[in-house]
Nanobody, 123 residues
Framework: QVQLVESGGGLVQAGGSLRLFCTAS????????MGWYRQVPGKERDLVAS???????DDANSVKGRFTISRDNAKNTIYLQMNSLKPEDTAVYYC?????????????????WGQGTQVTVSS
């Protein structure tokens, strides 16, 4: 059984910073690409930033220069450092991971999502 647990959300004033954490646990054979997405009510879930297993990253234009994604493979954890936060960054932030598990001699590759963490930026 594999799961993602997020933490670090909260309420912050515009211009402030928050750091989100996402840790994968369970019988993981390999942790591939991981990413942060966000969603506001009535809208689709959008990519914020992603990071490959070797560390290459991709950021949404709206967060370039303000958010930084990183990962610690030894801890199966990714982070999202969010600086210069704006009210429009308010959303539920979700972690997503591409995970491989080994069951017997069978490799399984699938995506899982975390439960989400609320980020609220006040003006």
């Amino acid at each position: 059984q594999v799961q993602l647990v997020e933490s670090g959300g909260g309420l912050v004033q515009a211009g402030g910073s928050l750091r989100l954490f996402c840790t994968a646990s369970g019988s993981i054979f390999r942790l591939n690409a991981m990413g942060w997405y966000r969603q506001v009510p009535g809208k689709e879930r959008d990519l914020v930033a992603s990071i490959a297993s070797e560390g290459s990253t991709d950021d949404a234009n709206s967060v370039k220069g303000r958010f930084t994604i990183s990962r610690d493979n030894a801890k199966n954890t990714i982070y999202l450092q969010m600086n210069s936060l704006k009210p429009e960054d308010t959303a539920v932030y979700y972690c997503k991971a591409d995970i491989m598990t080994l069951q017997g001699d069978q490799l399984h590759d699938f995506y899982i999502w975390g439960q989400g963490t609320q980020v609220t930026v006040s003006s």
